[in-house]
């Protein structure tokens, strides 16, 4: 069993709606991250979480450590949203989800 | 912001030669580097930490000898892969910690050994 479980595995959403993805992690964690990487493969940092809620534009964050449990919220997603999300717990190292495949269709 | 520039993003050696690849820390020193391996539709797997000044720690089940890692600056840290082979094939990423904010991690090199 993977330290880190990601659901779902691939997501395919139509232009606006409201997109979540769910992670579950099994380890002690000091912050969870969550990252965005685009088909060429960069990754960038999204948010690192350690407690309650983070908001950046429309993408919101959240973490509940007593269930061991984040969620990734998108508003209004876009075709430009399409990435794979991944989620990153760090403990004594970093363990990530295998991510989620987002594609956001016109 | 703080920012690691990692080159070459993608490079095709032969099979046999060795590949040398930066991340260079910009506006921060990078004291910690992780470097990362991801293989397609898999996850990122941790292969080592380097230190500024002191020998990387490898994760287990990678090679110290066929991944080397220097981290002689605390703003320059490079993986040179030695006599490549197409198992090698696979994108490496590097990522250093910021005081208080997290991760930053370089934008990747795509590795093609033929």
């Known amino acids: 069993k993977n330290e880190v479980e990601q659901s779902p595995q691939n997501l395919t959403a139509q232009e606006g709606e409201f997109i979540t993805i769910n992670c579950s992690y099994s380890v002690g964690i000091s912050a969870l991250h969550w990252l965005q990487q685009h088909p060429g493969g960069g990754i960038v940092s999204l948010f690192m979480l350690s407690s309650g809620k983070k908001k950046h534009g429309r993408l919101i964050a959240t973490i509940n450590i007593q269930e061991k449990h984040s969620s990734l919220h998108i508003t209004a997603s876009h075709p430009r949203d399409s990435a794979v999300y991944i989620c990153?717990?760090?403990?004594?190292?970093?363990?990530f989800g295998t991510g989620t495949s987002l594609t956001v269709i016109p | 912001g703080a920012v690691v520039s990692q080159h070459p993003s993608w490079v095709i050696c032969k099979s046999g030669t060795s590949v040398k690849i930066e991340c260079r820390s910009l506006?921060?020193?990078?004291?910690?580097m992780f470097w990362y391996r991801q293989f397609p539709k898999q996850s990122l797997m941790l292969m080592a930490t380097?230190?500024?000044?002191?020998?990387?720690?490898?994760e287990q089940g990678v090679e110290k000898d066929k991944f080397l890692i220097n981290h002689a600056s605390l703003t320059l840290s490079t993986l040179t892969v030695t006599s490549a082979h197409p198992e090698d094939s696979s994108f490496y990423i590097c990522?250093?910690?910021?005081?208080?904010?997290?991760?930053?991690f370089g934008s990747g090199t795509r590795l093609t050994v033929v």
């Open positions: 506006d921060f020193q990078a004291t910690t």
């Open positions: 990522s250093a910690p910021l005081t208080g904010y997290g991760y930053t």
């Open positions: 990153a717990a760090r403990g004594n190292q970093f363990y």
């Open positions: 380097s230190n500024e000044g002191s020998k990387a720690t490898y």
